[in-house]
């Protein structure tokens, strides 16, 4: 991909100051990147994929977009979303660990 386009998506985040905000840069099909910025709990990785709402449709709706990990260049996330979620993950480990203890 010599001569990539960058397009940036709008998607209205009417972002918690405590949630935060994500931003995914990914390629499309041809010779464009995009870069969407969501709220932190509109976006999540499944089944080797990056989910995210996109929008809504007429019905208002929400439209999410899958987008494989393969052609995810990078995921930003605030430092408050990644902490909470490393101390839940440290927790729910911690609690497997005593469980097998006992």
Request: proline share 3%.
């Amino acid at each position: 991909m010599d001569a990539t386009t960058m397009v940036d998506i709008d998607t209205d985040t009417d972002s918690d100051p405590e949630l935060g905000t994500a931003t995914i840069v990914y390629e499309t099909p041809g010779e464009t990147d995009e870069r969407a910025t969501v709220d932190n709990d509109r976006i999540a990785y499944f089944q080797d994929h990056w989910l995210f709402a996109y929008g809504t449709d007429d019905d208002g709706n929400d439209v999410v977009r899958r987008v494989p990990k393969e052609r995810v260049h990078y995921v930003e996330r605030s430092v408050e979303e990644i902490e909470a979620t490393f101390e839940s993950g440290l927790e729910k480990a911690k609690g497997k660990l005593e469980s097998l203890r006992d």
